[in-house]
């Protein structure tokens, strides 16, 4: 089993149930209306809660979904879940939707509440960063397992991880043995609607020479995710990254063969450098704030 940890504290709110409906807002992540004949209530990401109408509210929790889609027959999920809490004595509130449940827990249980269920077998992983179809998880959290390709538990896709990775997460290794200085960023792409590793994309250090002086990215989907549009939104989402840490210029390097790729980092601004060799170098400057959305 897997939960999921979403990143945006999430409020509870009772409304006015004489009142109309509040409008959802067109790009919200979690949105849980509930009509009773005596109660309005609603879930919602805490900051696109609605300021009119509110009799009462509830802020400060944290909201887990369970990964995947749920058959109406599978029974016991809920229960192993709020069980493992319950002797720990941590309340949870439960939304449920057509595909899955989402366990809600106080803010200042969450983490209480993810150490209890990763001692009994339930993984737990916490994005760092969501685009609309992405998780991305900090490469770190399964090192070595992708390092020495252990699948066993794993919530993987078959072909995940691609060697690359596995090369990477052994670099990575050894990087952490030989020095104390933090590794560049890496992370795991992760689905949202299934919770399942699909690549990666990160920071690979500073680029410098003659032509160009820049943050290098790298980033690889595995064959079964491909030619979806998920390398153009996982670039868009580095990028964003970059941006909220005052990175100014990125570069990449592609193959001259690998058009997907070229064709995503130019969906996303990059622009091809001449006569660069054998691989085709490719350069953005970030602006300071991201107009629109990025073309998929």
């Known amino acids: 089993m897997l939960l999921i940890r979403q ?4 409020s509870v709110l009772k409304l006015d149930s004489e009142g109309p409906n509040p409008v959802i807002p067109a790009d919200t992540d979690f949105w849980s209306i509930t009509k009773t004949y005596d109660e309005l209530s609603l879930v919602c990401v805490t900051g696109e809660a609605p300021k009119v109408g509110v009799m ?41 939707t057509f595909d899955t449940d989402f366990i809600l827990v106080a803010s200042h249980d969450a983490d209480a509440a993810v150490d209890k269920w990763r001692e009994v077998g339930i993984e737990v992983v916490e994005p760092l960063h969501q685009t609309t179809r992405l998780d991305f998880i900090d490469f770190n959290y399964e090192l070595e397992d992708i390092a020495h390709n252990n699948r066993q538990g794993k919530t993987w896709v078959d072909d995940y991880p691609t060697k690359g990775d596995t090369m990477i997460a052994n670099l990575s290794l050894t990087a952490q043995l030989d020095s104390s200085q933090e590794v560049p960023m890496l992370f795991a792409l992760r689905s949202r609607s299934t919770g399942l590793a699909i690549g990666s994309i990160g920071f690979r250090g500073e680029h410098i020479d003659a032509a160009i002086h820049a943050r290098e990215i790298g980033y690889e989907l595995v064959e079964s995710q491909r030619l979806k549009g998920l390398g153009t939104e996982a670039i868009a989402g580095l990028i964003e990254i970059a941006r909220t840490r005052g990175v100014k210029h990125l570069c990449a390097k592609t193959d001259p063969l690998n058009i997907p790729s070229q064709k995503a980092l130019a969906r996303n601004g990059f622009v091809e450098l001449p006569g660069t060799g054998a691989e085709i170098m490719w350069e953005f400057s970030i602006p300071d704030k991201l107009v629109g959305q990025l073309a998929e």
């Open 7 to 10: 990143p945006r504290t999430h």
């Open 56 to 96: 009462e509210r509830s802020d400060n929790w944290c909201a887990f979904q369970v990964a995947g889609t749920m058959e109406f027959t599978l029974t016991g999920v809920v229960a192993q879940i709020s069980q493992v809490l319950a002797d720990a004595h941590l309340g949870i509130f439960v939304v449920s």
